[in-house]
Each structure stands twice: as structure tokens, then as C-alpha cells.
């Protein structure tokens, strides 16, 4: 009786480590990388940039720590030209930071000369149908100096598709503008306004960074009327990618509309990735856990996003991804265990 009582306890065990971890998806990080001949300087107006891109990538890429990150790199013109995948182990990261670096530019033959074309929805396309998994959270960087020269019409198909895609497949996109050229696809963008895919400006900074810190708002929180009620709220994120919070980043957070809890805040984020609010509670204390129900939970939903004005450098590589906070009401009446002495 005691091995099988042994066996049940540790099956059980078991079982909960793996619901728990069924519910954390790892994180993929893909580079899309312009290698077309503006990026070496080799079009009218066109700063070389090739070495720094290089470089911030790299940068990027070996600060990444944890080993479970899957790292993509996928240079394109006309199309994804080759595909890199590995982990971010050390092993890895050197064996993608060695490709980078011996990379060599493509011409290819476009109306009887050896040029170069840029099509921004090749690699978006690309990664749709071949990278992108609901198992994972994707992460993927459009990193360009300039517009589509060709199938302009089908990225702008495809951005009008992807915030059901991203939303499916769990996917964030970035529009990384290396130049002032690139700030020509921002028409687009706010056009269409596709969820999960947001512009950063870094053409003004030195090295033509290629990094991102997007930071994912907590997904749950919960609120013990009996013990919560007239505090604070304070709500984490969690980093993924490199750097830190620079000083002064600003948050606008809100409670979607509901019964109970109310605020819309600018604050400013601290350096453990968390903002605080003040909310303002719509009725006294008893009359809460008078109405709330005790037999379940009511659910609300908090959101946050970049405040005004931190779509400029410092602040533009700072990202929070598009999702929500669950806030669960808790209203039950608190166990209580007796003792009875004969």
C-alpha cells in the first residue's frame, strides 16, 4: 500500500510540473534582414550600413541568455535567400554570429542586369508558413532601409491578415526603420493599422540597432476584496530580448470598463520592470463583497501600452506586446480550522 500510495504522490506531482509548464511557451526570436545593395551604400541617397547592422545583430544575438530561446536569421531580397536556426547556447550563437559575418551580398538578374530587389512581404510570408508555431512566442524584427520595389500589394494583403495570424500563432512583429528611407512604409503601417506589428524609428542612433526589449504584461492578477481592497496595484512584465528600461519610460495603463475598479494612468515604469496605480474603487468595501459573487470569480481586464511620446529614441526600442491582464476578483470567505480539547 505504501509504494502504490509512493506512486500516486509522485505521479501527481508529475502531472502538476507539466500542466505548469504546458502554460510558459518558449520564445523564438527572428531576425528578417534587408541584404539588398542600399544597405551597403550603393543606391542614390543611401548611407552604408552594412558592417554596423552586422554588428548590432551580433551584439544582439550574444547577449540573449537563456538557452531555450530559438535565434532565426533570415536574409532577403526578392525572397528569403537562406534560413539559420539554432538555440541560444554558446555553441549556437557562435555558429550564427560566424554566418553573419562571412556573409556575402547576392546579385541576382533583374531585366538583363545583376542587381538586387527588396520585397517585404517575402519574408513575412516566409515565416507564416514555415517559422511561426502556436508552441512558441515569436518574436520577429523587419529590419529594412527602405520600401518594397516589388509586390507592394502583397504585404500590404498580408499586414491586413496579420493580426489574426499573430493572434493565432502567438506572433509579434517589428518594423525596424535602419534609415530615414524606411520611414516611407510608415504610411502603410498606419493605414492598415495591423495589431502585434509596431514601427521603431532607429535611423537617428548610432550602430543602427537591431535590439528590442518588449516586455509582456503579467497575465493574471489577482484581487482579494478582503485583503486588497483600497491598495495600490501594482502590475509586473517580464523582459525578453536585451537591455534595460531606460529612465523615464512611460506607461498608459487602464482598467477595461467595469463595475468595480477604475484608472487610466500615465506612470512611469521602475527598473524591475513593474508600474503602479492608484485605482479609484467604485463603492465601499462591504458593498463590494456584498455584490460580488462568492461561488466564483469575476473576471476584469487590465491593459498597458507605450504612453505618449515613447515612439522616439530612447524609449523606441522599448516595446510592451499587445496583450491583455486578466485581474480575478476574489470574494470568498476566508477557512477556518477548529480545535476541540475534550
Not at 243 to 266: T, W
Not at 311 to 318: H, I, L, Q
Request: hydrophobic letters at 40%; a negative charge.
Amino acid at each position: 500500500m505504501r509504494k502504490l500510495l509512493i506512486s500516486f504522490v509522485v505521479a501527481l506531482v508529475a502531472s502538476c510540473v507539466y500542466a505548469q509548464n504546458a502554460q510558459v511557451k518558449d520564445t523564438r526570436q527572428t531576425y528578417l534582414w534587408d541584404v539588398t545593395l542600399s544597405m551597403k551604400g550603393k543606391a542614390a541617397g543611401c548611407p552604408d550600413i552594412w558592417d554596423k547592422v552586422k554588428s548590432s545583430m551580433i551584439d544582439d544575438i550574444m547577449q540573449i541568455s537563456d538557452e531555450r530561446i530559438e535565434i532565426v536569421v533570415i536574409p532577403f531580397q526578392h525572397k528569403a535567400l537562406d534560413v539559420w536556426t539554432e538555440f541560444a547556447t554558446p555553441a549556437g550563437k557562435d555558429r550564427l554570429v560566424n554566418r553573419i559575418k562571412k556573409y556575402q551580398l547576392p546579385l541576382f538578374e533583374f531585366n538583363g542586369r545583376m542587381t538586387t530587389m527588396t520585397d517585404l512581404s517575402a519574408p513575412l510570408l516566409y515565416c507564416v508558413n514555415n517559422i511561426l508555431s502556436e508552441d512558441k512566442t515569436d518574436i520577429l524584427k523587419l529590419m529594412t532601409d527602405g520600401v518594397s520595389d516589388i509586390n507592394q500589394d502583397r504585404y500590404e494583403d498580408l499586414l491586413r491578415r496579420w493580426c489574426g495570424i499573430a493572434k493565432q500563432k502567438d506572433a509579434y512583429g517589428f518594423y525596424i526603420m535602419l534609415t530615414d528611407a524606411a520611414k516611407e512604409g510608415l504610411t502603410t503601417l498606419k493605414q492598415i493599422d495591423p495589431c502585434r506589428f509596431e514601427p521603431v524609428d532607429v535611423s537617428q542612433m548610432e550602430g543602427a540597432t537591431v535590439s528590442i526589449l518588449a516586455l509582456a504584461p503579467q497575465p493574471s492578477y489577482a484581487f482579494n476584496v478582503r485583503d486588497d481592497y483600497g491598495k495600490d496595484i501594482t502590475l509586473k512584465f517580464s523582459p525578453s530580448g536585451n537591455g534595460m528600461v531606460p529612465p523615464g519610460y512611460r506607461v498608459h495603463v487602464y482598467a477595461h470598463e467595469n463595475n468595480y475598479i477604475q484608472f487610466d494612468d500615465v506612470v512611469e515604469m521602475g527598473s524591475d520592470y513593474s508600474v503602479t496605480v492608484k485605482p479609484v474603487y467604485t463603492m465601499g468595501k462591504a458593498q463590494m463583497m456584498a455584490i460580488l459573487p462568492v461561488d466564483r470569480n469575476e473576471m476584469l481586464s487590465f491593459r498597458a501600452e507605450p504612453a505618449d511620446g515613447m515612439d522616439k529614441m530612447p524609449y523606441a526600442t522599448t516595446q510592451i506586446l499587445d496583450c491583455y491582464t486578466t485581474c480575478e476578483m476574489i470574494n470568498k470567505p476566508e477557512k477556518t480550522l477548529k480545535f476541540h480539547v475534550n
